[in-house]
C-alpha cells in the first residue's frame, strides 16, 4: 500500500533546501502576479506540499511599484485602515498610496492571498519587495521566474 507523504516542520530546514527567486513586476498587472508569488510562498509548485507545513521558497519581487492595473483603478481602487476609535476610518486611493509607499500595494495583495495565521505570517517574511531594479540578495543566487501576468 503507498503511503501519503506529510511533511514535518522539523524536516523542513534539513533535507529540502528552500529556493530564491527573483521576479520583475514591470509591467505586470498586480492581481495575476500576486497569484502566482502566493503560490510559490506557500509552496504550492512543490510535490511536497502540505497545508499545514511552510514549504514554500523565497521570492524577491523587483521594480514592485511598476505594476499595471487596469481600467481607471488607479483612482478608484480604495485601501483602507481603521485607527480602532469611533470614525476612524481611513481611506487612500492606489495612486495616492503608490505615491506615499510604492511597495505596500503589492505587499497587500499578497497577503491577502495568503492563510490568515501565524503560517501565513511566516510565508510572507519570505517575500522581499524592491522598487528599483536591484537587489542585495546576490549571495543566495536567485534563479529568474517568468511570469505571464
Known sequence: ??????AKNEEMG????????VVN????RLGRLATEIATILQGKHKPIYTPHVDTGDYVIVINAERVELT????????YQRHSGYMGGLKEMTYRRLVARRPTLPMKEAVRR???KSKLGKSMLRKLKLYEGPT???GAQSPKDLDIDA
Open 135 to 137: 537587489h542585495p540578495h
Open 25 to 28: 513586476a514591470d509591467g505586470k
Open 71 to 78: 481600467g481607471d483603478k488607479w483612482d478608484k481602487k480604495l
Open 14 to 21: 534539513k533535507s529540502w533546501d528552500r529556493d530564491w527567486y
Open 113 to 115: 492571498m495568503l492563510p
Open 1 to 6: 500500500m503507498q503511503r501519503t507523504f506529510v
